[in-house]
């Protein structure tokens, strides 16, 4: 069965610094890779995802992704927060299972951007 | 664009009360997907459906039903609501995509906050 980690619970960063948030998973094949934001009181949209071929992925709002299969992380990035991005972000591992699609979520990174 | 429609924002029900929670999504996915969320657990799968009258159980599925009669419509249903229940629940939609699974990814609605008293 996959799995999914995020050691950070709650980030704080200043508007126009750097941000990484963390994310291990764990599945014994090819695993497909999403990177999800929920702004307060809404549902959860994509910012972008990792099927296969480059390992760095572009997402929306600026944001990307580097899958990393020696250490089973793919993490987020952006290169400078701007206040609209404090949000909840949840890394997710689709696979299949029994023959369905499973995504799996990991507990999610709050992100609080300081001026 | 998808729209994933949950069709209450907030509720509040008593213990022991039958609860529905109805999603309709507009994009003819054959997936549906029911989660609740709690802080510190992040979203847990109750139920998906992958097919009109298909159903399969998530990882907590224990207390709650589903339905799913219509392709673009997947019910929630709290049998009898107990307060351990309180909770937000997401509904999503994806399509199978070129046949490969595993790899669509989620569309979802915007929510429904239940309290159970």
């Known amino acids: 069965a996959q799995s999914v980690t995020q050691p950070d619970i709650h980030i704080t960063v200043s508007e126009g610094a750097s941000l990484e948030l963390r994310c291990n998973y764990s599945y014994g094949a090819t695993p497909y890779l999403f990177w999800y934001v929920q702004s307060p009181g809404q549902g959860l949209q994509l910012l972008l995802k990792y099927f296969s071929g480059d390992t760095l992925v572009q997402g929306i709002k600026g944001f990307e992704a580097e899958f990393k299969r020696s250490q089973s992380s793919f993490n987020l990035r952006k290169p400078s927060v701007h206040w609209s991005d404090a949000a909840e972000y949840f890394c997710a591992v689709g696979a299949r299972s029994g023959g369905y699609q499973k995504v799996t979520f990991g507990t999610g990174t709050k992100l609080q951007v300081i001026p | ?117």
């Open chain 2, 1 to 117: 664009d998808v729209k994933v429609t949950q069709s209450s924002r907030y509720l509040v029900k008593r213990t022991g009360e039958k609860v529905f929670l109805e999603c309709v999504q507009d994009m003819d996915h054959e997936n549906m997907f029911w989660y609740r969320q709690d802080p510190g657990l992040g979203l847990r799968l109750i139920y998906f459906s992958y097919d009109v009258k298909m159903k399969e159980k998530g990882d907590i599925p224990e207390g709650y039903s589903v339905s799913r009669e219509k392709k673009e419509r997947f019910s929630l249903i709290l049998e009898s609501a107990s307060t351990n229940q309180t909770s937000m629940y997401l509904c999503a939609s994806s399509s199978t995509g070129l046949g490969v699974l595993g790899n669509s990814p989620l569309h979802f609605g915007n929510g429904t906050r239940l309290t159970v008293t």
